[in-house]
């Protein structure tokens, strides 16, 4: 079974920066695609960054465009996201979560919650202005 755990979250002035890491235990070659998700108070649950097993391809929601950076390390089943320029605006509980969907099937990679079958507890993540 697919277990997620994430861990690196914290308090931080607007400005500053984290890393968030991901480690993964029971991934499977069906594994397809590991994504970030956030989710604030009052606020829906919402995609931040996803990551493609397959060609490690990543992409990003708008808002964090260009100031957050995902990567997987294979080797040690860990998925990282760095985030710089803090806003504010990105706190939030930040989740990784693992995706078996088929990647040409969708033609995409999974990009919504309800794709995303496997979720870690949580890390918090606070912006101070």
């Known amino acids: 079974e697919v277990q997620l755990v994430e861990s690196g979250g914290g308090l931080v002035q607007a400005g500053g920066s984290l890393r968030l890491s991901c480690a993964a235990s029971?991934?499977?070659?069906?594994?397809?695609?590991i994504g970030w998700f956030r989710q604030a108070p009052g606020k829906e649950r919402e995609g931040v960054s996803y990551i493609s097993r397959r060609d490690g391809g990543t992409y990003y929601t708008g808002s964090v465009q260009g100031r957050f950076s995902a990567s997987i390390d294979n080797a040690k089943n860990t998925v990282y996201l760095q985030m710089t320029s803090l806003k504010p605006e990105d706190t939030a509980v930040y989740y990784c979560?693992?995706?078996?969907?088929?990647?040409?099937?969708?033609?995409?990679?999974?990009?919504?919650?309800?794709?995303?079958?496997?979720w870690g507890q949580g890390t918090q993540v606070t912006v101070s202005s």
């Open positions: 029971g991934l499977t070659f069906d594994t397809n695609a």
């Open positions: 979560a693992a995706s078996d969907l088929s990647i040409p099937t969708l033609n995409r990679v999974p990009s919504l919650p309800s794709e995303y079958a496997y």
